[in-house]
């Protein structure tokens, strides 16, 4: 069983940076794709930032430039810097893991980002 606990979110005036961070149990070496979604109110949950197994990292367009993953594989976290935020990132974080060997997906319990002035 695998288990994500995500943390760092919190309510920023737009323009300002928040750091989330995922700590993973076990290893996050043995990943399909590890990294970060987000769902706002009313829609659905959408890819932010992966690490893909190719060595890949994929961001959607709405946070190329502004957002960045990052990992820490010695301690089995995974990061979100996002910096520049807008009203419209506003949204639960989720962090999931799809595991190499069966492509099984576990998600975190989510943190809550706010951009309000």
């Known amino acids: 069983q695998v288990h994500l606990v995500e943390s760092g979110g919190g309510s920023v005036q737009p323009g300002g940076s928040l750091k989330l961070s995922c700590r993973v149990s076990?290893?996050?070496?043995?990943?399909?794709?590890l990294g970060w979604y987000r769902q706002a109110p009313g829609k659905q949950r959408e890819l932010v930032a992966i690490?893909?197994?190719?060595?890949?990292?994929q961001y959607a367009d709405y946070v190329k430039g502004r957002f960045t993953v990052s990992r820490n594989n010695a301690q089995n976290t995974v990061f979100l810097q996002m910096n520049s935020l807008k009203f419209e990132d506003k949204a639960v974080y989720y962090c999931?893991?799809?595991?190499?060997?069966?492509?099984?997906?576990?998600w975190g319990q989510g943190t809550q980002v706010t951009v309000s002035s």
């Open positions: 690490f893909t197994r190719d060595g890949t990292t």
């Open positions: 076990g290893s996050i070496v043995d990943f399909y794709t």
């Open positions: 999931r893991k799809t595991l190499w060997s069966d492509r099984k997906v576990y």
